[in-house]
Antibody, heavy 124, light 109 residues
């Protein structure tokens, strides 16, 4: 059974940092692209970042570029999101989500499995 | 960035009704369009990928169609367990910019 379990959320002051983790199991982690998607309270979904299976391709939404860093450790079946210079508008539930890759290695960018999410609250 | 206009933002229908949701892209996205279902307090679930492909295990009453800029998501016979918010999501590849529609909240009349 595919499982994605996020952790690391919490309350942080504006300007602070937080590192989210996503532990994967039930599939060959090193064969899939991984993503972070967030959802502010009562709002819609917002894509944050994507990383390919071998970390060759990394992309960010403009809203987090230069502040957030996505990474993965295929040996540990884990995905990470380092969040720096946090702002109130970063307050959201952060989901990790899996994307299949095409034979060419390009992600398909459809999120077929999601974790349960971890809440990040940025407030003084 | 490509904008996704999803409508309606909410709808109320009876059990057994046919429900249709539309998503319009601000520019041609070919068939790079997915549909998700999100129930309250839960993570989204992929229903349709690449505009018209039913994800494994998803009931056949769900379907999607369209290409280019105009897309449609249909529930052929609404069931009580379909109460949820539905989102479209597009991606363009070079470089990837993924955006979601604003969501459609589906309720039972």
């Amino acid at each position: 059974e595919v499982q994605l379990v996020e952790s690391g959320g919490g309350l942080v002051k504006p300007g602070g940092s937080l590192r989210l983790s996503c532990a994967a199991s039930g599939f060959t982690f090193s064969s899939y692209s991984m993503n972070w998607v967030r959802q502010a309270p009562g709002k819609g979904l917002e894509w944050v970042s994507s990383i390919s299976s071998s970390s060759s391709y990394i992309y960010y939404a403009d809203s987090v570029k230069g502040r957030f860093t996505i990474s993965r450790d295929n040996a540990k079946n884990s995905l990470y999101l380092q969040m720096n210079s946090l702002r109130a508008e970063d307050t959201a539930v952060y989901y990790c989500a899996r994307s299949p890759e095409l034979p060419s290695g390009t992600p398909r960018y459809s999120f077929d499995y999601w974790g349960q999410g971890t809440l990040v609250t940025v407030s003084s | 960035d490509i904008q996704m206009t999803q409508s309606p933002s909410s709808l109320s229908a009876s059990v057994g009704d046919r429900v249709t949701i539309t998503c319009q892209a601000s520019q041609d996205i070919s068939n790079y369009l997915n549909w998700y279902q999100q129930k309250p307090g839960k993570a989204p679930k992929l229903l349709i990928y690449d505009a018209s492909n039913l994800e494994t295990g998803v009931p056949s009453r769900f379907s999607g169609s369209g290409s280019g800029t105009d897309f449609t998501f249909t529930i052929s016979s609404l069931q009580p367990e379909d109460i949820a918010t539905y989102y479209c999501q597009q991606y363009d590849n070079l470089p990837p910019r993924l955006t979601f529609g604003g969501g459609t909240k589906v309720e039972i009349k």
